[in-house]
T-cell receptor, first 109, second 111 residues
Framework: SQTIHQWPATLVQPVGSPLSLECTVEGTSNPNLYWYRQAAGRGLQLLFYSVGIGQISSEVPQNLSASRPQDRQFILSSKKLLLSDSGFYLC????????FGPGTRLTVL | RKEVEQDPGPFNVPEGATVAFNCTYSNSASQSFFWYRQDCRKEPKLLMSVYSSGNEDGRFTAQLNRASQYISLLIRDSKLSDSATYLCVVISNTGGFKTIFGAGTRLFVKA
């Protein structure tokens, strides 16, 4: 069966610090991978998606970036965090329907 | 107009009640439809797929109306544990494979 991992589960970072969130998938090959952000009480905002190694599509221009160095690894990064980057970050994999990891709750202070 | 729209609620219902949510979509070429459930501070989880013929899973029934471009979710005999946010999801394949999540409908089931 397929599983998806995200870490860390929670993170508190100062404004201006860098960010690296990691997502890995097990039990499947060449999945479509997604990064979402969810602000408190709001819907899901698609940030990036990837259909293969090194292939990244950005949905919203911002100070975040994503990379897919391996088939089942998806990384979300930032060089300098903003207060507005706080939120719940979710990674998902898909064949057709999407399956989400447990998420990372990021607070930028 | 948003591509996928849901009534945000909240729906406050007593235990045992029947509650229904609708979700409208704008792309008539949409192909696949799902309902997800999201508990507070947790990730969304797939609840059920939605087929043209309708489908039922225990107390949950999902239906698709292509002519009017909406999907529905009916919950019978509501339980306290049904309290959550319900997200509808629409997948289309026009100009590329695209998955759109609704913003969700909040449900509170009270004793």
């Amino acid at each position: 069966s397929q599983t998806i991992h995200q870490w860390p589960a929670t993170l508190v970072q100062p404004v201006g610090s860098p960010l690296s969130l990691e997502c890995t998938v097990e039990g499947t090959s060449n999945p479509n991978l997604y990064w979402y952000r969810q602000a408190a009480g709001r819907g899901l905002q698609l940030l990036f998606y990837s259909v293969g190694i090194g292939q990244i599509s950005s949905e919203v221009p911002q100070n975040l970036s994503a990379s897919r160095p391996q088939d089942r690894q998806f990384i979300l990064s930032s060089k300098k965090l903003l207060l507005s980057d706080s939120g719940f970050y979710l990674c998902a994999w898909a064949r057709r329907e999407q399956f989400f990891g447990p998420g990372t709750r990021l607070t930028v202070l | 107009r948003k591509e996928v729209e849901q009534d945000p609620g909240p729906f406050n219902v007593p235990e045992g009640a029947t509650v229904a949510f609708n979700c409208t979509y704008s792309n008539s070429a949409s192909q696949s439809f799902f309902w997800y459930r999201q508990d507070c501070r947790k990730e969304p989880k797939l609840l059920m797929s939605v087929y043209s013929s309708g489908n039922e899973d225990g107390r949950f029934t999902a239906q698709l109306n292509r002519a009017s471009q909406y999907i529905s979710l009916l919950i019978r005999d509501s339980k306290l544990s049904d309290s959550a946010t319900y997200l509808c999801v629409v997948i289309s394949n026009t100009g590329g494979f695209k998955t759109i999540f609704g913003a969700g409908t909040r449900l509170f089931v009270k004793a």
